[in-house]
């Protein structure tokens, strides 16, 4: 699976940092041992053995405890306690010290990690093709920054620390104890493929479990987003306690799944500490064994050290099997956060070449030859349309809601491929335009404004970053946006709020409409850029559009009809075919669907 290595790419930027992250652990450890080691030679002091002569075991180890020892004893007893005191608490103090550093090191490591892919998930989510976000529900998306990147987190780089970590501290432990004494050793590595079994078989089936629940997740994360979108008519439909019991039912399931799953995470912990102390007193009855029996690479003295490291090699052996589970946990997350970085995007750049001789081009500015459309390949939408769209001309396209009207304007700014059929902007074939070219030539204008949080400058400037500030009182003045906008308390530099809240609907679409002409676009759409108004509103954008549309190039989609009676050209649309076409005198003498229409909304 190409995919796999996905923590690998994101970790590699930072493989020095993870270096320094495992010599710190390494001095942690290594500190670690050496006040266990201590500790033997403490209890000596208490306990006054050791006054007769060395064994020599041949263990540079055990020979520079013992050296250690005698100096300290030296000073009398009661000094060598305390002096030893003092040692011991300076070993565990840079123990400590090590182990923060480390954490501390790993904690930027994941942190950075966690920073990089949500860049890149953001910045694939803008790049995948609006077709993506028709397939696909918001809450799945959204779970991919949420929830998802929390436990990518937790579960996959919690794991690798853990990991990481265990490996390094079970092979110093493991050294070390090889080095104290061989036999015993010997007989501890006998019993470790027994853990290593029970763990393996215990995280075996916790990815399939955890994949459920992940899927589970999203979709009540959809569910709430669903109902809290659609309050008002949960309300007006008095369908609350409906919703509830839907919403708990479902609670319920996902919660019996995830206990489930965390009875399993928990029972590795324990299981691996109960075989842990099943080898400390395995042990415990060998090395007695090998003492009584006057073994002489074993003294005492040495056994209890052992023992002592061997106990200090338990958490690591239970972080380790605890890693591995967590991380058959998180490989689910892993792959869907890979999976959709793995996503198709649209394709943006195209060769030089092609671009000089989409400037070069003459006719019509858009023109759609035979196009066919569907969303979906069964369900056709738009049907065997064929119009042109002249320089400086207003072609206006008016139909039912579904007719298709909207989706022909998406196919020129190729939201959408057509499935049949030709559609050149300037000449040339759209999928042959760099696409934000392409897009950078169109200005829109629809029936919802996007207005962001920032300064009514911004919100202008938005599809121009650049634009200097008399460029945007100019646009702002063609849109007639500029009185109102210099009557607001700081003028061009008020901050709209949320949605642009503070201002009216006829406002905010003029704030529209003046961000779309700072573009300069050769092609304006309008796409029912008045149907959310009232009346009178309506009235005074439409003088505004009049006089935007004069000399420029644009669709016009209209409900209304009083809206499109100017155009050069009228286009009815009905159930995604072209069913008549002319000016408005043109069409009312011919007295079909067009004066169909008009007349019913002069009575309406
Ligand atoms: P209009 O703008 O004329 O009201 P649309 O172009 O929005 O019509 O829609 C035309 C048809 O395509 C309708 O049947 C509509 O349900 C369908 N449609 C519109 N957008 C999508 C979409 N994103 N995915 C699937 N079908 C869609
Ligand atoms: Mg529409």
């Known amino acids: 699976m190409p995919n796999r290595h996905l923590t690998y790419r994101y970790s590699k930027p930072y493989s020095a940092r993870g270096a320094l992250y495992v010599l710190l652990v390494v001095l942690s450890v290594v500190f670690t041992m050496a006040t266990a080691l201590s500790v033997a030679d403490f209890l000596k002091i208490l306990f006054g053995e050791g006054d007769g002569a060395a064994v020599a075991t041949g263990n540079l180890v055990a020979e520079g405890l013992e050296r250690l020892y005698r100096w300290l004893i030296g000073f009398g007893r009661l000094q060598a306690l305390l002096l030893f ?13 090590f182990g923060y550093l480390a954490a501390a090191e790993i904690g930027i490591l994941r942190t950075r990690i966690v920073r990089d892919l949500r860049n890149d998930l953001f910045h694939k989510a803008m790049r995948l093709p609006v077709a993506y976000y028709d397939r696909h529900r918001k809450g799945d998306v959204l779970a991919r920054f949420g929830s998802d990147m929390v436990e990518y987190d937790e579960n996959i780089l919690g794991s690798v620390q853990m990991l990481l970590t265990a490996v390094v501290s079970l092979v110093l432990y493991l050294a070390m104890l090889l080095y104290l004494n061989v036999k015993l050793t010997g007989f501890v590595l006998c019993m470790l493929p027994l853990v290593a079994g029970v763990v393996a078989g215990l995280s075996r089936r916790l990815k399939r479990k955890s994949q459920t629940v ?3 997740n999203s979709q009540l994360v959809s569910m709430t987003d669903e109902a809290i979108g659609g309050l008002k008519v949960i309300k007006a439909y008095t369908t609350i306690d409906f919703s509830n019991k839907r919403f708990q039912a479902y609670n319920r399931d996902y919660t019996r799944r995830r206990t489930a799953m965390f009875r399993r995470i928990y029972a590795a912990s324990p299981i691996s500490d109960f075989l842990g102390n ?25 056994f209890i050290s052992y023992v002592m490291m061997f106990v200090l090699m338990i958490p690591p052996a239970k972080d380790l099997s605890t890693a591995l589970a967590q991380m058959k946990k998180g490989r689910a997350c892993e792959e869907r956060v890979a999976a959709f970085l793995a996503e198709e995007e649209e394709v943006y750049g195209r060769p030089a070449r092609e671009r000089k001789q989409a400037r070069a081009a003459e006719g019509p500015l858009v023109e759609l030859r035979h196009v066919t459309f569907g969303y979906t390949p069964e369900v056709p939408v738009l049907q065997d349309i064929s119009l042109s769209v002249p320089h400086g001309s207003t072609v206006a ?4 809601s579904g007719s298709g009207k909207s989706t022909l304007a998406d196919l020129i700014g190729r939201y959408y491929d057509i499935a049949g059929g030709e559609l050149l902007f300037g000449g040339v074939p759209v999928d042959q335009w760099p696409l934000e070219e392409l897009r950078s030539r169109i200005g829109v204008v629809a029936q919802d404004t996007l207005l962001f949080n920032d300064s009514v400058a911004a919100n202008i400037a938005f599809g121009r970053p650049e634009a200097t500030r008399a460029e945007i009182e100019a646009a ?10 210099s009557a607001l308390p700081q003028g061009y530099d008020t901050n709209l709020g949320e949605g642009g809240s503070l201002l009216s609907g006829g406002q905010r679409q003029r704030i529209s409409i003046a961000r779309a002409l700072l573009r300069e676009p050769e092609l304006l759409i309008l796409d029912e850029a008045t149907s959310a108004l009232d009346t009178e509103s309506e009235r005074q954008l439409q003088q505004t559009l009049d006089e935007v549309l004069r000399d420029r190039t644009a669709i016009v989609i209209a409900h209304r009809l009083s809206t499109v009676v100017g155009a050069d050209r009228i286009v009815v649309l009905e159930q995604g075919r072209i069913v008549e076409e002319g000016t408005h005198s043109q069409l009312m003498a011919l007295g079909g669907r067009y004066s169909h229409l008009v007349a019913l909304q002069t009575i309406g």
């Open 476 to 485: 702002a003045r063609a849109a007639q946006a500029h009185d109102f906008i």
């Open 397 to 400: 396209l008016v139909g039912a």
């Open 214 to 216: 992940q899927e589970m």
């Open 278 to 302: 099943v080898i400390v007193v395995g042990i415990l009855l060998f090395g007695s064994l090998l003492i009584m029996r006057g073994d002489h690479g074993l003294t005492a003295d040495l």
């Open 85 to 97: 005191s003092g040692i011991i608490f300076v070993l565990y103090s840079l123990k400590n010290v």
